[in-house]
C-alpha cells in the first residue's frame, strides 16, 4: 500500500547551523501533511502542519516545504540547538502509518 | 499536553500472563489509537478505535485485542504476552479519522521476559 518513508535515518549537524530532514510520500490524494518530534523517552508531539495547497509554511524557527510534483516534504529547522535532537516523523492526513523516523543529533 | 495518560507507564511480565494497557483521555475526542514503536521499525498501528465499542485491526494486531466501552478509555490487551511483544506502546487521540492530527501520550515500555 501507499505509505510514508523518509530519505535518511540519521543526521548530525552542528549547533547554530540550519537542518533539513526530508520525507517522501506516494499517495497523491493527501491533503495534509505533519511533522512530529520525538524526543528520548516521550511521546510523538506535533511541530507543524501543511495543506496540499500550499507550498511554504513557516513556524518558529521551522519551515516545512511541499512539493506535490515529486512528493517530497522537508522539515528545515534554523539555527538548531541542543534542545532539537529528537527523532522527527512525517505523516499524511490519508494514512495511519509513520516512517521509522530521522534521528537528529546536534553536536555544540 | 493534550489529556492523555498511559497506564502503567513502566512493567515487566512473563511469556504467557495477560496483560492490559490503559489510555485514558479528556478530550473526548472521537477515535484513539494504539501503536507499538521498535527499533527500526517506527510507530505501527495495533487497532485503533473510532468511537464507543467500535474497533478495528491496524497493520499489526496478531496477538491483541482492544475494547473501548467509554469515550474516555481504550484498552489494549495481550491475551497471551510473548517475549516479540516486548515494545514500547503509545496511545494517540484525535479529533477526525485523521490520525496525522494525533496527539499521543508519553508511552509504556513493556518488557516480556
Known amino acids: 500500500g501507499e505509505s510514508v518513508g523518509l530519505h535518511l535515518p540519521t543526521l548530525s549537524v552542528q549547533e547554530g547551523d540550519n537542518s533539513i530532514i526530508n520525507c517522501a510520500y506516494s499517495?497523491?490524494?493527501?491533503?495534509?501533511f505533519i511533522w512530529y518530534k520525538q524526543e528520548s523517552g516521550k511521546g510523538p508531539q506535533f511541530i507543524i502542519d501543511?495543506?496540499?495547497?500550499?507550498d511554504k509554511r513557516q513556524g518558529q524557527r521551522v519551515t516545512v516545504l511541499l512539493n506535490k510534483t515529486v512528493k517530497h516534504l522537508s522539515l528545515q529547522i534554523a539555527a538548531t540547538q541542543p534542545g532539537d535532537s529528537a527523532v522527527y516523523f512525517c505523516?499524511?492526513?490519508?494514512?495511519?502509518?509513520f516512517g521509522a523516523g530521522t534521528r537528529l543529533t546536534v553536536k555544540p | 499536553d493534550a489529556g492523555i495518560t498511559q497506564s502503567p507507564r513502566h512493567k515487566v511480565t512473563e511469556t504467557g500472563t495477560p496483560v492490559t494497557l490503559r489510555c485514558h483521555q479528556t478530550e473526548n475526542h472521537r477515535y484513539m489509537y494504539w501503536y507499538r514503536q521498535d527499533p527500526g521499525h517506527g510507530l505501527r498501528l495495533i487497532h485503533y478505535s473510532y468511537g464507543v465499542k467500535d474497533t478495528d485491526k491496524g497493520e499489526v494486531s496478531d496477538g491483541y485485542s482492544v475494547s473501548r466501552s467509554k469515550t474516555e478509555d481504550f484498552l489494549l490487551t495481550l491475551e497471551s504476552a510473548t517475549s516479540s511483544q516486548t515494545s514500547v506502546y503509545f496511545c494517540?487521540?484525535?479529533?477526525?479519522?485523521?490520525?496525522?492530527?494525533?496527539?499521543f501520550g508519553q508511552g509504556t515500555r513493556l518488557t516480556v521476559v
Open positions: 501543511i495543506r496540499s495547497n500550499m
Open positions: 494517540a487521540i484525535s479529533e477526525s479519522n485523521r490520525v496525522a492530527e494525533a496527539f
Open positions: 505523516a499524511e492526513s490519508n494514512d495511519m502509518r
Open positions: 499517495n497523491s490524494a493527501s491533503d495534509y
